[in-house]
């Protein structure tokens, strides 16, 4: 039955209390130090350097993980090397056993996992429990199914593994980017070298003992830690032959820059800056909620957030109040407690970058909306933000603020929604939102964007490619076209 306005509004007012409903930590433990992960076996450093993980919501020291230096990248790609020979040589059915066996293990250590992954990353534990654990699994499971069909995928060809792959990864989704190099890399008969970021290491220092319980041959998975030096490292080891890196679009093209004309292949997933359109008949209520996932699941970290609403201008004033009530009853706070919309920003640098940008709209003349909430005293935090009297030449609507802070616009026309949503260097994603079908695919014809959504945002699929046009990178990850990049076809 549908409300009247004033009862939905008598509804929006009431103030849910909820319980405080922490999900428990005392299954986890989580090593005081760890080593790196080469040869099949956690090994001391020759950097004999460490620094601390904390947990950024109470800037608690968590671990500490070693600064791998040229040397220990030296013997992970050696390991890896070496593995290659036997690795690429195996029946593809028990190298698929193994990636199942990966994946089944994903699962058992789910809840272990989700946790690290908030108290080393801030996001909110229904996140990680609900979306970064079981697509990570799933990502091991899907490309288990590719192992042995390879020449199926690839008629009349043949497909053969490269080498070994020097993966570099973000803190934005820890394990799941690792999933996304990981599988498919192994399913095609390669080796990997992985660095993950410096911020977020722990559950790729689980996902190493998970390789150890699954008795995965030494040296198919090496996993070094440390910053971007170890990174750089990685990405320019004369024997690595495939690199692949999620991360800003600086490094990205520093990275194409540092291996052009070696021979590596390479692939790059990138920042952006997506346009969420909503048209005036969008069912608005269903595009609120869309909105919201776009841009304020996992704090704005992610590179495919619908950063940019562009809202038909017949229905921006109904649109934006609903949406700024919405935002009222966001819940920041605690990661691990199960209630928790909005988690903590994942570093100090992080939430200065965001505070930064925040800071040139409201200088460049964009008007600000904050609800009120209690930030609390330690940790970094941001609140849920929305920015309207945006002009697309300000900053906020051009840079990526990889926070959660939305900027709006209007459009007029469905033409001008595409000149809009495509005037940006970037091309990750769009999302589009109306009641017609054959709108949303002249829409989709139009948008230079690697993924269009419809009338949804932020959904992921293991057997769906994913990547980008122009400043976003090229290469595609999920899918079939995810092993193409780590095969070569004769
Ligand atoms: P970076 O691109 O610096 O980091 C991504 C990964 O690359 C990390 O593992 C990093 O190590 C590593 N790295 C850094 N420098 C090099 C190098 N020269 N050679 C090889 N690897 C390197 O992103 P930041 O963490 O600094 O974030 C900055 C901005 O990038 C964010 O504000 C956001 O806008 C964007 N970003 C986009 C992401 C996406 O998914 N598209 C993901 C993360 C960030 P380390 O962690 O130690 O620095």
Redesign the pocket.
């Known amino acids: 039955m549908a409300l009247t306005k004033k009862q939905s509004d008598t509804l929006a007012k009431q103030v849910f209390e909820y319980a405080p409903a922490p999900e428990a930590i005392d299954h986890v433990k989580i090593q005081p130090r760890y080593g790196l992960y080469i040869g099949g076996k956690m090994v001391a450093a020759h950097s004999k350097k460490h620094f601390p993980t904390i947990n950024p919501a109470t800037e608690k020291t968590l671990s500490e993980v070693v600064e791998a230096d040229e040397v220990d990248v030296d013997r992970a790609v050696k390991a890896a090397s070496k593995a290659f020979e036997s690795w690429s040589h195996l029946s593809a059915s028990r190298r698929a056993r193994y990636l199942f066996r990966i994946s089944r293990l994903l699962q058992e250590r789910s809840r272990e996992l989700a946790v690290v992954e908030t108290m080393d990353g801030g996001k909110p534990i229904k996140e990680s429990r609900d979306v970064d654990i079981p697509l990570s699994a799933a990502h091991f499971f899907y490309y288990a199914g590719w192992a042995d069909k390879l020449e199926w995928a690839f008629p009349n060809r043949k497909p053969r593994p490269l080498g070994v792959a020097g993966q570099?990864?973000?803190?934005?989704f820890p394990l799941l980017m690792l999933a996304w190099k990981i599988a498919p890399a192994l399913a095609a008969g390669n080796t990997v070298v992985l660095?993950?970021?410096?911020?977020t290491p722990l559950s790729a220092m689980v996902f190493a003992e998970i390789c150890m319980q699954a008795e995965l041959p030494p040296g198919v998975v090496n996993i070094v830690t440390?910053?971007?030096k170890t990174?750089?490292f990685v990405?320019s080891h004369p024997d690595v032959k495939k690199v692949a890196?999620?991360?800003?679009t600086e490094?990205g093209k520093?990275?194409q820059r540092s291996i052009a004309g070696t021979g590596k292949k390479l692939t790059l997933?990138?920042?952006g800056k997506a346009a969420n359109i909503v048209f005036e008949d969008a069912p608005l209520d269903q595009a609120v909620e869309g909105i919201v996932n776009g841009i304020y699941f996992n704090q704005g970290h992610v590179?495919c957030a619908g950063s940019r609403l562009l809202v038909q201008e017949s229905i921006a004033e109904p649109l934006l109040e609903k949406l700024k009530r919405r935002l009222s009853t966001l819940r920041l706070g605690d990661p691990l407690d199960k209630n928790t919309d909005i988690g903590a920003i994942n570093s100090r640098a992080?939430l200065e970058?965001i505070q930064g940008l925040v800071e040139s709209g409201i200088e460049e003349g964009a008007e600000l909306y904050q609800p009120e909430c209690v930030i609390p005293e330690r940790g970094f935090w941001f609140p849920p933000s929305l920015f309207t009297n945006v002009s697309q030449s300000y900053r906020i609507a051009r840079e990526?603020i990889?926070g959660p802070v939305l900027s709006v616009l209007t459009f007029r026309t469905p033409n001008e929604a595409v000149e809009k949503a495509n005037n940006t260097p970037y091309g990750l994603s769009a999302g589009v939102w109306t009641d017609k079908g054959s709108r949303i695919l002249w829409m989709a014809e139009r948008m230079r964007a690697g993924v269009v959504w419809a009338n949804t945002f932020n959904r992921f699929d293991p057997t769906s490619p994913f990547g980008g046009y122009k400043e976003s990178g090229f290469g595609r990850e999920g899918g079939v076209h995810g092993l193409l990049p780590y095969l070569e076809l004769n």
Do not use: D, R
Not at 195 to 199: G, H, I, R
Not at 245 to 248: D, E, I, L, N
């Open positions: 570099v990864i973000p803190w934005n660095k993950p970021a410096e911020t440390g910053a971007g990174g750089s990405v890196f999620t991360g800003s490094v520093m990275i997933e990138l920042g590179c992080q970058k990526e990889f």
